[in-house]
Structures are given as structure tokens and as C-alpha cells.
């Protein structure tokens, strides 16, 4: 039987096929998975903010998309995946309100895309395909069986990236 | 102030955002009464400190299908607030406002419109009791509106918060009119606003 793993806000799961790991309800945080597809072995984070840097209160690595990716990443490698198979795929990032106040926190859907991106790229892992921005929620599932990033949202057709 | 967190706050300060959430939670009900010109009773409501995860469960999971209004706070005290509701408690609070039924699942521009404007009084009401009872001046922005899933909503206060910890502080109210509705504030004020909120209650 295979168990869907159920990532919470500031949150990661590695899980190996035929399990499953999801988020539900992304806002503007972002949910970033990454597979190795020959060990079939994935993971999913799901990051608030995008740099543990700018913030004091950081012990939390699992809340910024800094951390958060390269922490997922050495989780990945002790389940014995490969960094240099990694694939990943991103979705999230929304702006839930026309309005965001606070200079630094304005578009934080977009700055936590951003910064995953460019974590993603220093780690040297390609990104296959993403489902980001816009205005609204998104609960994703991914299959680390065929890379399949499953995207809900409300009152949208579901989407597989 | 620097070490100020949520995490270590002491049960006198729990307390105090206690009772303002009792008194600006009272004065949003009356405001609500006066719209719908109907009676409109409240529980005393209840001050919780949750981590990220709890609070989407509280409102019935992540993908409970909510309506959220979000504004700005400016003047003495910076921020944001934000007033949750479910969707269906949303579409009967408009219904009864507009005097009939609604047609369909979605509310329309008219009652989106009409959802803001709830929304507007019941968090200009709330803040309007924390303002009279700190002698601080709080303005609020034009509000917005969105409806989405809970989980979705709550990433913006969520992410406020994240800034200064790891826990969310959320005040739920219980509004009945002939049923029972279930609304949520989230008032999120900067770091430095909590010590002039406390300063002007004498609490620092």
C-alpha cells in the first residue's frame, strides 16, 4: 500500500516510491520537490520566507527556501539519492492579496519563488517545470514514481506538471 | 524589547490580549447587530497561541474553503489585521444583509462587495476598541478580500508572524444570529507595536 505524506507549513518529508508526499493549501509560500528518479526516492518542502539571513529568529531551517532546500537535499542523500540525478519542480508563491503592506514583505510570493530558484540552481539542480504566482491557493501532491507534481486549486481544473 | 517573542510571553500579557480581543470581538458583534438589525449574541472568545500547522485544522483543515479580509494598520501602532470566516457563514452573513437568498456557490460582485463592507465594520469595530483603550491612533487601510482555501489564506498572516517566530496568535470569536458562525482575527501588529500596546496599558 502506498501512504501519501502529508508536508505541514514550514515543513519537509522525504519519502521513497510508491509514496507520495503533499502539502495542502499554498498560499505564498512555496512547495519545492525534488526527486531522484533512479532510486525513485523524493522529497517536498514547503518554505515560508525566503532567506534565513535576513531574519534574527532563524532556527527554524525548515521556514526559509534557503535552508529549507539544501536541508531537503542532505535529508534526500542519507535515503541514498544522488545529488547530481536531482531533478526538481516548484509551485506556490501566490499573491493572495491585490495589497500586501510592509516594504520588505510585498510580494514575498514572488521573493520565495526567487530565492528557491536560486537556491535550486546553486545546489546545481535543474528545475523540470514550475506552477507559480497568481492570486490564488494551491494543494499539490507529488509522486516521486514518475515526477509528477499533481496542482489543485479552487474552482481550477487539476494540473500535472 | 529586542527579546520580545511570542514564545515567552508571560500569562499577564495572554491575559491582556485576552480582554482586548473581548472587547474589540464585543464591539464587532454590536457593529454586526446594527447592519443585519438583528440580535446577534457572542461567546467570550478564546486567545490562542498556535504553531503554523494547528491553526489550519482549527478551521476545519487547510482546504476548507474560507473567506479571509485582510487590511493594514498605520499610525502609532503598524501591521495588519485579518478577519476569517467560512464560506458558507460568509454567503448567510450576506444573504441577511442584502435581504435574500443568493443564487449559485459564488458570491457575485454585489456580494463580494458587500462581504468587504462586513468585513470593513468588524475590523474597523475591533480596532476601534484597541485604539479607545490604548489612547493609540490606529488607522486602518482599505480592505481586501479573498476566497480560497484556509490554508492558502493563512500563509500571509502566517508568514507576518514567521518573521518573529514560529506560532500564530489568533482570537476566534462565536457570532449567533439564528445560526452559528464562526469567525477568526488575526491581528498581527510589528514587534515594536506590541511594546507600545502594552506601554499604553501600562503592562511594560
Known amino acids: 500500500m502506498s501512504e501519501c505524506i502529508k508536508v505541514g507549513m514550514a515543513d519537509l518529508k522525504v519519502c521513497i516510491s510508491p509514496d507520495s508526499v503533499t502539502t495542502l493549501g499554498l498560499g505564498s509560500c ?29 532556527t527554524n531551517v525548515y521556514k526559509f527556501a534557503d535552508t529549507g532546500i539544501v536541508e531537503l537535499v542532505n535529508q534526500m542523500e542519507k535515503a541514498g539519492a544522488k545529488r547530481n540525478r536531482m531533478v526538481a519542480k516548484i509551485a506556490g508563491g501566490a499573491q493572495m492579496f491585490s495589497f500586501q503592506n510592509k516594504t520588505d514583505l510585498v510580494r514575498v510570493g514572488d521573493r520565495n519563488v526567487e530565492a528557491s530558484k536560486k537556491t535550486l540552481k546553486e545546489l546545481g539542480i ?6 507559480t504566482g ?14 509528477d507534481y499533481v496542482i489543485r486549486a479552487v474552482g481550477k481544473e487539476e494540473r500535472v506538471i | 524589547m529586542d527579546d520580545l517573542s511570542l514564545e515567552n510571553m508571560s500569562t499577564q500579557y495572554y491575559d491582556v490580549l485576552k480582554e482586548i480581543g473581548n ?28 504553531d503554523f500547522g494547528e491553526v489550519g485544522a482549527l478551521m476545519g483543515g487547510e ?36 435581504g435574500m437568498e443568493l443564487p449559485g456557490d459564488d458570491l457575485d460582485e454585489i456580494g463580494t462587495s458587500a462581504l468587504k463592507e462586513i468585513g470593513n465594520i468588524i475590523t474597523g469595530a475591533y480596532l476601534n476598541s484597541l485604539s479607545t483603550l490604548t489612547n493609540l491612533k490606529i488607522y486602518p487601510s ?42 477568526f482575527f488575526i491581528l498581527v501588529p510589528d514587534l515594536e507595536s506590541y511594546g507600545k500596546i502594552l506601554g499604553a496599558l501600562g503592562i511594560m
Do not use: W
Not at chain 2, 147 to 160: F, H, K, N, Q
Open chain 2, 23 to 50: 472587547i474589540g470581538a464585543g464591539n464587532a458583534t454590536t457593529a454586526l447587530a446594527q447592519m443585519l438589525q438583528c440580535k446577534v449574541d457572542m461567546k467570550v472568545p478564546q486567545v490562542k497561541l498556535l
Open chain 1, 126 to 131: 535543474p528545475i523540470l517545470a514550475e506552477d
Open chain 2, 142 to 183: 482599505v480592505p481586501d478580500l479573498t476566497i480560497d482555501m484556509a490554508g492558502a489564506i493563512l500563509s500571509v498572516p502566517a508568514i507576518e508572524f514567521g518573521t518573529l517566530g514560529d506560532k500564530i496568535l489568533l482570537i476566534q470569536t462565536q457570532f449567533t444570529d439564528d445560526c452559528e458562525l464562526d469567525g
Open chain 1, 134 to 147: 497568481l492570486n490564488f491557493g494551491r494543494t499539490v501532491i507529488f509522486y516521486p514514481e514518475t515526477g
Open chain 2, 63 to 98: 482546504e476548507q474553503i474560507m473567506a479571509g479580509i485582510y487590511l493594514c494598520v498605520e499610525g502609532d501602532i503598524t501591521g495588519s489585521i485579518m478577519f476569517l470566516l467560512k464560506k458558507d457563514a460568509a454567503k448567510h452573513l450576506v444573504a441577511k444583509l442584502m
Open chain 1, 30 to 58: 512555496v512547495g519545492i520537490a525534488i526527486r531522484d528518479p533512479i532510486t525513485k526516492i523524493g522529497g517536498l518542502a514547503h518554505v515560508m520566507l525566503p532567506d534565513s539571513g535576513a531574519i534574527r529568529n532563524n
